[in-house]
């Protein structure tokens, strides 16, 4: 049967190994996490470079077959076409822009965890306790 300093100074060795592990891992996941957030605004920017001259060209394909078509008078196409294409750039950008909040950076998986372990670590003094009040 252990005494009450062993069980308190092994209950403190475990929990400091613990939040040792605890430490290497929430490092982990937040490099892991600030490289995920790295490559996507890298692919943003790649894709928004390349999307910019095609997008000009598709606009201007569009604009000159409302007036071929006689769809609408020549002053009106490019407006009507600039108008629907500003709208869905500001929808795409509103929801990039949600995606990349600070809430999207929090290391979920450490939080849990830790909150696990402190639940087992009370679980376990309990237990060393009673045994020890038991004997």
């Excluded at 995920?36 to 569009?62: E, N, R, W």
């Excluded at 950008?93 to 965890?113: C, D, F, Y």
Aim: no cysteine; charged share 15%; glycine share 8%.
């Amino acid at each position: 049967m252990r005494s009450i300093p062993e069980i308190f100074t092994d209950v403190v060795d475990q929990f400091t190994t613990l939040l040792r592990k605890e430490g290497e891992l929430a490092r982990t996941e937040v490099s892991e996490k600030i490289t995920q957030v790295a490559v996507g605004l890298g692919l943003i920017v790649g894709g928004s470079v390349l999307l910019t001259p095609a997008l000009v060209i598709l606009l201007q394909a569009a604009v000159s077959a409302l007036i071929t078509a006689n769809i609408v008078q020549q002053p009106w196409a490019p407006l009507i076409v600039g108008g629907v294409v500003f709208v869905i750039g500001i929808i795409l950008l509103l929801v990039g822009m949600s995606r990349l909040t600070a809430e999207a950076l929090i290391p979920n998986k450490t939080i849990s965890q830790i909150q696990s372990d402190v639940r087992v670590a009370k679980g376990q003094v309990r237990e060393d306790y009673g045994q020890q009040r038991a004997a």
